[in-house]
């Protein structure tokens, strides 16, 4: 079993930037693969990043590609989102979730676990 607590969400102008922790508790953090996920108002939610248990491997969506970067500390049981240049339609609710497998990293259906989320808001 594991659990996932976001934090650092907040408001921040166009241009600026944000970083996002999670922090796992349970046993055997570094085995799992770990991803960002994203929801805005009336959206579907969809794959931000997402990082290997050894953190060596990362990927992106697209739209973040650039400027956000994931990784993680497999000692503090913590992955980040470091967010730059935030635009306004990188508003949303940001989780994050842990998965026994890498395979199916852009899907939700890949993970297990999930944290409730923290909210961004970027003002332009």
């Known amino acids: 079993q594991v659990q996932l607590v976001e934090s650092g969400g907040g408001l921040v102008q166009a241009g600026g930037s944000l970083r996002l922790s999670c922090a796992a508790s349970?046993?055997?953090?570094?085995?799992?693969?770990m991803g960002w996920f994203r929801q805005a108002p009336g959206k579907e939610r969809e794959f931000v990043a997402a990082?290997?248990?050894?953190?060596?491997?990362?990927f992106y969506a697209d739209s973040v590609k650039g400027r956000f970067t994931i990784s993680r500390d497999n000692a503090k049981k913590t992955i980040y989102l470091q967010m730059n240049n935030l635009k306004t339609e990188d508003m949303a609710v940001y989780y994050c979730?842990?998965?026994?497998?890498?395979?199916?990293?852009?899907?939700?259906?890949?993970?297990?676990?999930w944290g409730q989320g923290t909210q961004v808001t970027v003002s332009s």
């Open positions: 349970g046993s055997m953090f570094s085995t799992y693969a």
């Open positions: 990082v290997t248990g050894s953190g060596f491997s990362t």
């Open positions: 979730a842990a998965g026994r497998t890498i395979d199916f990293k852009t899907s939700e259906r890949g993970y297990n676990y």
